[in-house]
């Protein structure tokens, strides 16, 4: 079936950029999605890119697509200690009546 | 803005006992998602429902039920509460139909202790 992965950790410095990876199985997403967790709240959606598209850019996030190698990214350009979170990516089934599958997430950690 | 609300951010109960953890959606949205969230693990899916009264399984229904009388409402029950249920539980919805029907909106989150 769909499996969605990423790595489960990433640190970085405030004003660096952060670059969250995620590979997915299933090419029949129409949509691909990013969400965001802060401690003890539940999921905030941060943005999606449609399945036939390479990038999205919306502000400091930029999102690409290599659909090739089944490989999403999420870029979070001058990282503040506000971003320090969970991100999940998530992919819809085909057909599935708007079932997502969500990688483990990624847990990011800005140092000041 | 789509508000999915939840009817605990924090419960405690004991094992054996029955739980209802209840969650409301204002967007008029069809589907509805019951979620648990363990460390390392992401988010998996326990029940799903489609439209008032309608309900599937997802990937982890053991020990669970869930209830849909009113399109807005969508209730987890836990029948008998066991340890390995402490988790953390979230509500999530979308729209049935359209260009954006994939997208899922969540509610808080209720974390559930089970001692």
């Known amino acids: 079936g769909e499996d969605v992965e990423q790595s489960l950790f990433l640190s970085v410095r405030e004003g660096d950029s952060s670059v969250i990876n995620c590979t997915y199985t299933d090419s029949s997403s129409t949509y691909l999605y990013w969400y965001k967790q802060e401690p003890g709240a539940g999921l905030q959606l941060l943005t999606y890119i449609f399945s036939n598209m390479d990038m999205k850019q919306d502000q400091r996030l930029t999102v690409l697509l290599n659909k090739k190698d089944k490989h999403l990214s999420l870029r979070i350009a001058d990282t503040q200690t506000g971003d320090s979170a969970i991100y999940f990516c998530a992919g819809g089934i085909y057909n599935q009546g708007g079932k997502l599958i969500f990688g483990q997430g990624t847990e990011l950690s800005v140092k000041p | 803005d789509v508000k999915v609300t939840q009817s605990s951010r924090y419960l405690v109960k004991r094992t054996g006992e029955k739980v209802f953890l209840e969650c409301v959606q204002d967007?008029?949205?069809?589907?509805m998602f019951w979620y648990r969230q363990d460390p390392g693990l992401g988010l998996r899916l326990i029940y799903f429902?489609?439209?008032?009264?309608?309900?599937e399984k997802g990937d982890i229904p053991e020990g669970y039920s869930v209830s849909r009388e009113k399109k807005e409402r969508f209730s987890l029950i836990l029948e008998s509460a066991s340890t390995n249920q402490t988790s953390m539980y979230l509500c999530?919805?979308?729209?049935?139909?359209?260009?954006?029907?994939?997208?899922?909106?969540f509610g808080p989150g209720t974390r559930l202790l089970v001692l």
């Open positions: 967007m008029d949205h069809e589907n």
């Open positions: 999530a919805s979308s729209l049935r139909q359209g260009a954006r029907r994939e997208t899922q909106y």
């Open positions: 429902s489609y439209d008032v009264k309608m309900k």
